[in-house]
């Protein structure tokens, strides 16, 4: 079965400070996309994938393609991306082209995947579920909080979800074509990952375990985590 991965990385990363678009930032002299490219690529899988660049950076992305050691056997196709990672995801699967009977969506925030965490998404999906996400854990209670009555005030509790019930979702995110096409083709909602357009069909999606170090880079803290994690990868 073949399998393409969208690797949307149109983001600015406002959350990581000002600098370069978020997916252009180095780890270890590499651009964080490259880092995120490579990790799915490293999978006999995936024969495609489809980079969502920043709407301004398309032959900035192309060019890094270009200048950075990839297999051989994998095609790899440059989009701009949209307005939100919605739309972004959108236009990478509009760019796909037929034949391939499983997509994978993956963050290039998550540079770090190992390549047997994108293995085991594409494993689920070929035993038939329909939409599979790797997903870890919490280490940390979870609350669900009301609004606070004034901006940066005491927020009132409203409930405290069972936490070994939860998981905290990564990507990337595996799925069969079809169900994500008509997923992103009849959700109109805002949903933050790619599984929730799929649980709004009324499909059961499953999660497989996911991996530590295909945590997101978010904030600067990530970024010290991700050098570190690669230093000792080099080790
Ligand atoms: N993304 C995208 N298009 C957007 C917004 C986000 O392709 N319009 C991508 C990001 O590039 C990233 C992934 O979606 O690889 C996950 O999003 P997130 O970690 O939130 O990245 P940013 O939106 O760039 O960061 P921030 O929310 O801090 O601005
Ligand atoms: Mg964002």
């Given at each position: 079965?073949?399998?393409?991965?969208?690797?949307?990385?149109?983001?600015?990363?406002v959350r990581l400070g000002p600098g370069a678009p978020k997916a252009?930032?180095?780890l270890g002299g590499t651009p964080m996309l490259i880092h995120a490219?490579?990790?799915?690529?490293?999978?006999?899988?995936?024969?495609?994938?489809?980079v969502v660049a920043p709407p301004d950076g398309?032959?900035?992305?192309k060019?890094?393609?270009?200048?950075?050691a990839l297999p051989d056997r994998t095609d790899f196709v440059v989009v701009p991306g949209g307005e939100t990672r919605q739309e972004s995801v959108?236009?990478?699967?509009?760019?796909?082209?037929?034949?391939?009977?499983?997509?994978?969506?993956?963050?290039?925030?998550?540079?770090?995947?190992?390549?047997?965490?994108?293995?085991?998404?594409?494993?689920?999906?070929?035993?038939?579920?329909?939409?599979?996400?790797?997903?870890?854990?919490?280490?940390?209670?979870?609350?669900e909080v009301e609004p606070a009555a004034v901006p940066g005030g005491p927020e009132p509790v409203v409930a405290t979800p069972e936490r070994a019930?939860?998981?905290a979702v990564q990507t990337p995110q595996g799925f069969d074509r079809a169900t994500l096409l008509r997923a992103h083709e009849t959700v109109t909602?805002?949903?933050?990952?790619?599984?929730?357009?799929?649980?709004?069909?009324?499909?059961?999606?499953?999660v497989v375990p996911g991996h530590e170090e295909a945590f997101k880079v978010t904030r600067p803290l990530d970024l010290v985590l991700a050098e570190a994690v690669l230093a000792r990868r080099r080790l």
């Open positions: 079965v073949r399998t393409a991965a969208v690797i949307p990385a149109a983001g600015r990363g252009l930032r180095t490219v490579r990790a799915l690529a490293a999978s006999r899988s995936v024969s495609l994938v489809v398309a032959a900035e992305v060019s890094l393609l270009d200048a950075h959108k236009l990478g699967l509009d760019a796909l082209p037929p034949g391939h009977d499983i997509v994978l969506v993956h963050d290039a925030a998550r540079p770090l995947v190992p390549v047997d965490t994108v293995d085991a998404v594409i494993e689920a999906v070929r035993e038939g579920a329909p939409a599979v996400v790797p997903g870890l854990p919490l280490a940390d209670t979870v609350k019930r939860l998981r909602d805002e949903v933050t990952d790619d599984a929730g357009m799929v649980e709004r069909l009324g499909l059961t999606v499953v």
